[in-house]
């Protein structure tokens, strides 16, 4: 018997994974090259330890590179897993008398998520996309909540000092530099911070001395 593409478990249709039947996903963010960034999992134990340990391997031996992903309002989405030690996993079990039984929730994401890389000055940054009310964690849901969260973690990543009240006019800049940009997901978003250019320090530089940044903050 073919599973049903979907499973209802939470309120929202999920995506299965043709790959490893049994397992079903709730959200994804893949950047722009669909390597994966944030994948959120549902299913069986011994379904999910099965995927964790085909992505463990290489194809010859078994493995997954690629994961796809199938559902009734998406089509073709396609997760690329290369590189899988860089994600971090985080499993945690729902109570055995509930009305699934043994399910076990998964999340694997990218070390960028947590963690920026100060050496590269690179950074991602999640947050629940906009039509959805309540906030995954840590006020994660407004539009000024994501943009503050955002400046934190530019400060954190950029290897120049960036005053408070620079934030909308750096952010602006480092978005039109490309050096920011969105990644759309399903049931989350995604936000790449790629600070690598050598042309930071001119465009904060430039900034400064067209009067646009200051050392003060504008009464």
């Known amino acids: 018997m073919r599973e049903k593409c979907f499973l209802d478990i939470t309120g929202m249709a999920l995506m299965t994974l043709p790959e490893v039947p049994g397992i079903f996903a709730d959200a994804v963010v893949t950047d722009t090259h ?3 960034v944030f994948l959120s999992l549902w299913g069986r134990d011994t379904a999910i330890q099965e ?6 391997v290489s194809e010859r031996e078994g493995g997954l590179e690629q994961l796809s992903l199938a559902g009734p309002e998406y089509q073709n989405v396609r997760i690329r ?7 971090v996993k985080i499993s945690g079990r729902m109570p055995k008398d509930n009305l699934f039984g043994a399910v076990t929730q998964l999340w694997l994401y990218d070390q960028l998520v947590t ?9 991602i940054l999640l947050h629940r996309v906009s039509s959805l009310s309540q906030p995954l964690s840590h006020g994660m849901g407004s539009d000024e ?11 954190q990543t950029c290897h120049l000092p960036l005053l408070d009240h620079w934030r909308d006019t750096v952010l602006d800049a480092f978005r039109k530099e490309g050096w920011i940009q969105d990644l759309p997901g399903i049931g989350l978003n995604g936000i ?5 250019s050598d042309d930071v320090e001119r465009v904060v530089g430039s900034l400064i ?11």
């Open 34 to 36: 669909e390597a994966l």
């Open 51 to 56: 995927l964790l340990a085909r992505l463990s």
């Open 81 to 87: 897993t290369v590189n899988a030690d860089r994600y």
């Open 115 to 123: 963690e920026p890389d100060r050496v590269n000055r690179k950074a």
């Open 145 to 155: 909540d994501k943009k503050s969260r955002l400046w934190q973690r530019v400060r």
């Open 192 to 196: 790449t911070i790629d600070l690598g």
């Open 209 to 219: 001395m067209e009067g646009r940044l200051s050392l003060l903050q504008a009464a």
